[in-house]
């Protein structure tokens, strides 16, 4: 392992006549954080197992640091893991466990303490070092795993749904401090969830992965923003995706109302148009007829605290999700009330249905 | 009343109720009256000093512990792999490494060892086969002799160990295997550092129980071994049938009984393990 980068070239994967990895590219420079965000099904964990080498590519080559490690099995990659069960060894203690990747590689006794310690102090868990698996709690052992991971001060990290098991408070805790250890050691983390808000936190880049694809990659707020499918828009937070047709030089929604976007002309005679619920802007009155406005009927408003979200009737079976900020001195509309709603082309874009 | 509300003492009381009647009651009567045969505790003890250290006894014990060791190692080399496979296959494979296994038991003992019998006679198969090869110029000595009972035995007590084994294994988290693996683990690593350790309490229990079975053994030596393989159950059937000495095989009984009593205590407490132990 030198610099920590890492690349897929065109790798693919097929159980059977099922292929599960379609011929990913993909290219991870050193020291970032990257996270591969889909579905269960979607083929996120096959392609870490291949990254990791306990899965053979069938076609396609696995780079690391410049290396062809397609071939390689799994120790000769020299990679840290963190696994979604934790895989603490319960016959270990937890000094044991973490300095495991160092003893299997015959590092000396005072080395080997030296290591383990600093990893238990970067997860907090010093004084732990005797303790089993069965005297810990989630998210000690979650630490536990995460110091193994580091032991070794691997150039590169894999982390599979590593904070799938924790209650939502712990998560975010654990959140920040693996982003601040992997900042603090320049590692290259490669991260698979299925939690796209995790993803959206953490990440300095994201693919999301659609049926053995990548169906975008780019940084969280690219792939938020503008999503190039309906699949990422809806997949990534909530999403309005109103039907549209072609009407000569103009695009018509809902009620016949002109639509216009900044971005991604429509190409066929009918598609979507995306925006986000927090960009749309919700007025009283009926709306005046220009671009991008359209006049609903509330069918439900409901407070979440900070926002409130408006569930609004546009009209030909069309129903679109608003957010508005609970900002001070803003009266909420009711349900019923007649509204217009209103958003900026660059906040919209036109996909394919 | 549904069978779920009945007291745990219910469900077992016809079965505890024979085992008192007609294995607890009779053995307990049987070593009672030998001994008080004898008379004083003196007369007693002196009997006991007799009868264990007597050439016989004394040779049949060393017999028996002796095959009981090889045979229990014997038996954790062969079924340690067929466990491991039996834990890993699935469907078919696994239905058939299990019928192989456990289908014999579906025979009586005799005849699974006059088989055995016919296997490894001089004019048997197995020297047929060897003489025929040109392997060996003379027949093999594998019948009524140490070899013989060895042999016979391992079959025997075979299932034992790899059942206990599987359950052992069948425990052990793949995962952790993969995990292990992926921190650099070399397969040998793998194995010694994880499986082996997380496998450890199967195997204490699966010698336990083979060894407790192993030193009861009567019919497979006796049918399968020579003049000089006697086994101390067979002492106490002969004891028994042949020289109607009561109060000697009373004693051997209690010397086996007891040996197996304290073996089999550590069994529980290993076996217990199987289910609490390799487990959060």
């Not at chain 2, 019998?117 to 000595?141: A, C, H, K």
Request: charged share 15%; net charge neutral; proline share 5%.
């Amino acid at each position: 392992m030198s610099d920590g980068s890492v690349a897929l070239e065109g790798v693919t994967k097929r159980y059977g006549s099922e292929t599960v990895v379609a011929g990913i590219s993909l290219a991870i420079p050193a020291g970032e954080f990257f996270t591969l965000l889909g579905p269960s099904g979607s083929g996120k964990t096959t392609t870490l197992s291949m990254l990791a080498g306990f899965v053979m590519a069938d076609e396609g080559r696995v780079l690391m640091g410049g290396r062809d490690m397609t071939r390689v099995p799994p120790r000769g990659r020299g990679l840290g893991m963190v696994f979604q069960n934790y895989a603490i060894f319960p016959h270990l203690t937890v000094a044991e466990n973490v300095a495991f990747p160092l003893s299997v590689k015959g590092t000396s006794k005072s080395e080997i303490a030296a290591r383990v310690a600093e990893a238990l102090a970067m997860v907090k868990l010093t004084g732990f070092e005797t303790r089993y698996q069965r005297q810990l709690s989630g998210g000690q052992q979650q630490r536990v795993a995460l110091a193994r991971a580091i032991v070794a001060h691997p150039r590169v990290v894999l982390m599979d749904e590593p904070l799938g098991a924790l209650d939502k408070n712990l998560r975010y805790h654990m959140q920040v401090e693996i982003k601040d250890i992997q900042r603090r050691l320049g590692m290259t983390v490669i991260y698979v969830t299925h939690d796209q808000e995790e993803a959206l936190t953490m990440s300095d880049r994201i693919a999301i992965m659609e049926r053995g694809r990548i169906a975008q990659m780019g940084p969280p707020r690219e792939v938020y923003e503008k999503p190039q499918s309906s699949f990422v828009a809806s997949f990534l937070g909530e999403a309005n995706l109103l039907r549209v047709r072609r009407d000569g030089p103009a695009v018509r929604g809902p009620g016949g109302s002109v639509l216009v976007a900044a971005e991604g002309g429509l190409s066929a005679a009918e598609g979507l148009a995306f925006v986000r619920p927090e960009k749309v802007r919700v007025e009283s009155g009926r709306a005046e007829p220009a671009p991008n406005r359209l006049t609903g009927k509330v069918l439900h408003a409901s407070f979440l605290g900070n926002i409130v979200r408006y569930e609004i009737d546009a009209g030909d079976g069309a129903t679109l999700l608003c957010d508005a900020a609970n900002a001070a001195g803003v009266e909420p509309h009711r349900p019923g009330d007649i509204v217009t709603m209103i958003w900026r082309p660059e906040d919209s874009r036109f996909l394919a249905a | 009343m549904p069978l779920g509300r009945l007291p745990a003492w219910l469900l077992l009381a016809p079965a505890l109720l024979l085992l008192i009647g007609v294995f607890l009651v009779p053995i307990g009567w049987f070593l009672v009256a030998s001994i008080m045969e004898l008379g004083t505790p003196a007369e007693i003890w002196e009997e006991v000093d007799a009868v264990l250290f007597s050439g016989a006894v004394a040779g049949a014990l060393i017999n028996t512990n002796w095959i009981g060791l090889v045979v229990t190692l014997l038996v954790l080399v062969i079924g340690y792999p067929v466990s491991y496979a039996l834990s890993r296959a699935k469907g078919v494979a696994f239905t058939l490494i299990l019928l192989c296994i456990v289908l014999p038991y579906f025979t009586s003992t005799i005849v699974r060892t006059y088989a055995w019998m016919v296997l490894l006679g001089r004019n048997g198969l197995i020297n047929q086969v060897l003489l025929g090869t040109g392997l060996i110029s003379e027949p093999l000595n594998l019948l009524y002799n140490r070899t013989g009972v060895v042999i016979g035995m391992t079959y025997v007590l075979l299932p034992y160990m790899v059942l206990t084994l599987y359950a052992a294994m069948k425990a052990v988290d793949m995962r952790l295997l993969q995990a292990a693996e992926g921190m650099g683990a070399t397969p040998l690593q793998v194995f010694l550092r994880v499986f082996a350790p997380l496998t450890l309490h199967g195997v204490i229990a699966g010698v336990l129980i083979t060894f407790i079975l192993a030193i009861g053994f009567f019919v497979t030596p006796a049918l399968m071994g020579g003049p000089s393989d006697i086994m101390i159950a067979m002492l106490i059937e002969r004891e028994v049938e042949l020289t109607q000495n009561w109060p000697a095989a009373a004693i051997m009984t209690v010397v086996l009984l007891t040996v197996t009593l304290i073996l089999y205590g550590l069994y529980s407490r290993f076996s217990g393990a199987l289910e609490g132990g390799a487990k959060p």
